[in-house]
């Protein structure tokens, strides 16, 4: 069964750092992983999806990158600001039709 | 953009009432699927639904059952609301089975049973 783990839990940081967040997973046979955005009491806003055949996805100030052989990704925000804080979750896709969630990563960007 | 409503932000039911929670998604996607998330617990899939009329249990179907008379519309039916029920209910929709698309969520019913 596959496990999705994401460290850390959370993360508190000054406004202007980059950070790293960060998404294990246990079954390698992926098709994709996914990142998403989750703001207290909202839903899911998806931020990026890498295809299993790619290494790495940008999107203006995320980078989020995969490496399947070690089961690993990591999500890359440069120069935090106080609107990036959230709970950030990875997601991974076997190829049926149900993505596996890791429990987030909570972070707080204070000015 | 896609779209994916629910039909309320917040609901309070008492213990014992027959609950609605519906989802209408406006890409005329295949999949739909309904969540709860409580903390500590992270996401847990309730049901899903990959066409009009069929669909899967997922991991904690026990207490729901869901409905799927249109493609676009996704019912999660609480037969008999308890108070461990209690929780936010997500939404969401995809377009593929296979996974190469991206999931698109509601903004999330939080359910109080009382």
């Known amino acids: 069964k596959q496990e999705v783990t994401q460290i850390p839990a959370a993360l508190s940081v000054p406004e202007g750092e980059n950070l790293v967040l960060n998404c294990s997973f246990t079954d390698s046979a992926i098709y994709n992983l996914q990142w998403f955005r989750q703001d207290p009491g909202k839903g899911l806003t998806s931020l990026l999806l890498?295809?299993?055949?790619?290494r790495e996805q940008t999107s203006g100030r995320l980078n989020a990158s995969l490496d399947k052989s070690s089961g690993r990704s990591t999500l890359y925000i440069a120069a935090s600001q106080p609107g990036d804080s959230a709970t950030y979750l990875c997601a991974v896709h076997r190829g049926s039709y149900i993505p596996t969630f890791g429990r987030g990563t909570s972070l707080i960007v204070h000015p | 953009d896609v779209k994916v409503t629910q039909s309320s932000r917040y609901l309070v039911k008492r213990t014992g009432e027959k609950v609605f929670l519906e989802c209408v998604q406006d890409?005329?996607?295949?999949?739909m699927f309904w969540y709860r998330q409580d903390p500590g617990l992270g996401l847990r899939l309730i049901y899903f639904?990959?066409?009009?009329?069929?669909?899967e249990k997922g991991d904690i179907p026990e207490g729901y059952s869901v409905s799927r008379e249109k493609k676009e519309r996704f019912s999660l039916i609480l037969e008999s609301a308890s108070t461990n029920q209690t929780s936010m209910y997500l939404c969401?929709?995809?377009?593929?089975?296979?996974?190469?698309?991206?999931?698109?969520f509601g903004p999330g019913t939080r359910l109080t049973v009382l």
């Open positions: 969401a929709s995809s377009r593929s089975f296979q996974g190469t698309d991206t999931q698109y």
């Open positions: 890498i295809q299993s055949s790619q």
């Open positions: 639904s990959y066409d009009v009329k069929m669909k």
């Open positions: 890409m005329d996607h295949e999949n």
